[in-house]
């Protein structure tokens, strides 16, 4: 290792870049980690938040079009776990 410390945002409200359809480029490609609201997933109840996790490289069928389905999982509220265990998305739904 080289000692050198691991680039981190400075604030949560950093993590993401557009927290809202208005904010988001239609044009914008479909990208690992984009986190869509109201998604029903195929074997789990109802709709809700699901995250992208198909690598870029394999999304699409000729280089530009999606392919018809994607590697996707539900997004949920868990309590703390190791960083190995889960992917933390910190404060992504606000607490109501």
């Known amino acids: 290792m080289s000692g050198h410390p691991l ?3 400075d604030a949560v409200e950093h993590l993401y870049l ?3 359809p208005d904010e988001v480029p239609t044009a914008r490609p479909l990208l690992t980690g984009d986190v869509f609201a109201n998604v029903a997933l195929p074997g789990l109840d109802g709709a809700g ?10 999304m699409r069928v000729d280089g530009v079009n999606l392919a018809s389905r994607l590697l996707m999982a539900r997004v949920a509220p868990s309590s703390p776990l190791s960083f190995s265990a889960a992917m933390r998305l910190e404060e992504l739904v606000d607490s109501e």
């Not at 995250?51 to 870029?56: C, K």
Request: one cysteine or more; glycine letters at 0%.
């Open 7 to 9: 680039e981190c945002p």
């Open 18 to 20: 557009a927290a809202s």
């Open 49 to 58: 938040l699901a995250i992208v996790l198909t690598h870029p490289c394999s």
